[in-house]
């Protein structure tokens, strides 16, 4: 049987008191736990195989035993099939969505950022 090959990016969870969000946001509640998903990624030939969930689901029993009360991570706004992980299958919500502008001025595309209560 032929075994695809596929490169792995390590998945990071980053856990801070601050959510990563705008300055002009309210400073967090310090006695809640956070931590931001960066990294998520997954080859193209692996994709739909339920590996992105399996990153998802490692990551959260992991910032659980922690202590971690909330994960956060951005998506780029029109990848749908990140949303519908993230949200539909995963339970994340909007946390705050990136104005044009600001994508503009930053030359990427919009983002939003997504957030999971943990505890």
Do not use: I
């Amino acid at each position: 049987m032929c075994q695809p090959n596929f490169t792995l990016s390590p998945l990071r969870v980053q856990a801070s008191r601050q959510p990563p969000c705008a300055p002009s946001r309210p400073q967090a509640d310090p006695r809640q736990r956070r931590a931001y998903l960066s990294n998520v990624c997954v080859a193209p030939a692996a994709r739909r195989l339920g590996v992105a969930r399996s990153l998802l689901q490692h990551a959260e029993q992991v910032a659980r035993r922690e202590g971690v009360e909330w994960l956060y991570v951005h998506v780029v706004a029109d990848n749908r099939p990140a949303l519908t992980l993230y949200c539909d299958a995963m339970g994340y919500q909007v946390e705050q969505s990136e104005s044009e502008g600001t994508a503009h001025t930053l030359q990427r595309p919009r983002r939003l950022l997504l957030a999971k209560q943990l505890a």
